[in-house]
């Protein structure tokens, strides 16, 4: 979606040394563009609200958050989608966050529907107990409901996934990415994770569930002995700034192996980042 006459959130941030845009004066004008950008958004569309799927993360902590700010609490509808007795905690750090914006929000529990789907799946010889093909419909089962409440209330659905997840493809296609707008999906891990300090979303958010078991999308990053931050280093100055593997590897500490291995994930995934081919469509 565009958003008509309008900059980019992220347009000339003063980024830190080491690329990402974690600086105090940094986090001070996402705070004041982000709501913007939303407010923005549902005007262009003449939305009614929005809705935010909620998962106990800090994503969509902060998605909830500038929502609110940006069309106020009675426009802002949140759903915690769980599916399995795992997702409890989550759920009630979800709900915490609902709670505390005053926010209308439901549990919808996804499990008798994720139980009927594989059903029917299994009895057309369908992969009903592939643990891959489960996860990603799991994500598209919240997706599908988030917006068909979105299409009963004229409202839009917005996405909470970040730049790491983006870029590394840990998300179902047209799961977490089937949304109206995307307002995280330039910004790394860490850059909400100081923005959510910021402001003021609880330390239990921002470092223990940040990454929410409700979405377990794979991803590379979980198995290298690298700090997520680092990671998002890697990212910003190999893939955003296009520098050489063996320079980003010294300026971050890591094995230029590492470097190497991220960009080739980058890549590897790139297919969940583009629209559907089309025949005039350069592959």
Not at 175 to 180: F, I, S, Y
Not at 240 to 249: M, Q
Request: one cysteine or more.
């Amino acid at each position: 979606m565009t958003v008509s006459g309008f900059e980019s959130p992220i347009a000339d941030l003063p980024r830190g040394s080491d690329g990402l845009a974690t600086t105090d004066d940094a986090l001070s004008r996402l705070r004041e563009r982000l709501p913007t950008f939303l407010e923005r958004v549902v005007a262009d569309a003449g939305a009614e609200g929005v809705v935010v799927p909620l998962d106990g993360g800090v994503e969509t902590a902060l998605a909830a958050t500038f929502a609110v700010d940006a069309v106020g609490q009675d426009r802002v509808t949140g759903f915690v989608m769980p599916a399995f007795l795992s997702h409890e905690a989550v759920s009630r750090n979800a709900e915490a966050v609902a709670t505390s914006l005053g926010i209308d929000h439901s549990r919808l529990q996804l499990q008798p529907v994720l139980a009927a789907f594989q059903e029917t799946i299994g009895g057309s010889s369908g992969p009903a107990d592939d643990l891959v093909a489960t996860t990603n419909a799991l994500s598209r089962l919240r997706m599908t409901c988030a917006y068909y409440v979105a299409n009963a209330t004229d409202a839009l659905v917005v996405g909470p996934i970040n730049r790491t997840q983006y870029l590394l493809g840990s998300v179902a296609k047209h799961g977490e990415t089937g949304a109206d707008c995307l307002p995280f999906a330039d910004l790394y891990r860490a850059e909400l994770e100081a923005l959510a300090r910021a402001v003021g979303i609880p330390q239990d958010l921002t470092v223990e569930a940040s990454g929410s078991p409700l979405h377990p999308g794979g991803s590379p990053a979980t198995g290298l002995d690298t700090d997520p931050e680092t990671v998002d280093r890697i990212l910003r100055r190999r893939i955003d700034e296009g520098v050489d593997a063996g320079t980003v590897a010294d300026r971050t500490g890591v094995e230029t192996e590492t470097v190497e291995r991220l960009a080739a994930w980058v890549e590897r995934t790139r297919h969940k980042r583009r629209r559907p081919v089309r025949p005039s469509t350069r592959i």
